[in-house]
């Protein structure tokens, strides 16, 4: 009886459905409350992919001008061999032009050294000749 008059004055004569409907609210609070903790973590897992995916870029960006200074010493290197090359090739020629002078200056003191000894020759049988023509 007590049963009875509870439920006819707190009008508990459906507690299935208020079951039902305060089951329903408490999913609805889960539900919110989980869609929250998803969300937090779904913002955390991003934030930390877009740090790393900072970070690769920025590896990337120094190794790029690391690239870029290695292709600029390259370039320079290239330039300072080329001129390197370049200079031997012209002091090859320099130094055979001179060993060609060298040669032509050898050769003309020899022929002057040469003429010289047949003048001597001559002087020396000159002279001979004179002293025998003067017995």
């Given at each position: 009886m007590f049963k009875k008059l509870a439920i006819k004055i707190f009008k508990l004569n459906n507690?299935?459905?208020?079951?039902?409907?305060?089951?329903?609210?408490?999913?609805?609070?889960?539900?919110?409350?989980?869609?929250?903790?998803?969300?937090?973590?779904?913002?955390?897992?991003?934030?930390?992919?877009?740090?790393?995916?900072?970070?690769?870029?920025?590896?990337?960006?120094?190794?790029?001008?690391?690239?870029?200074?290695?292709?600029?010493?390259?370039?320079?290197i290239n330039a300072k061999a080329y001129m390197a090359k370049k200079q031997i090739k012209e002091n090859f020629f320099v130094v055979q032009s001179v060993i060609t002078k060298m040669k032509d200056f050898d050769n003309s003191v020899n022929n002057i050294y040469g003429e010289m000894l047949g003048i001597q020759d001559k002087v020396d049988k000159q002279r001979k000749r004179l002293e025998n023509d003067n017995k």
């Open positions: 507690v299935s459905n208020l079951l039902i409907k305060a089951k329903q609210k408490q999913k609805t609070v889960d539900d919110k409350y989980w869609k929250e903790v998803l969300e937090e973590e779904l913002s955390k897992v991003r934030q930390e992919h877009e740090l790393e995916l900072q970070e690769k870029d920025s590896t990337i960006c120094m190794l790029q001008d690391h690239i870029a200074t290695y292709k600029k010493r390259e370039k320079e």
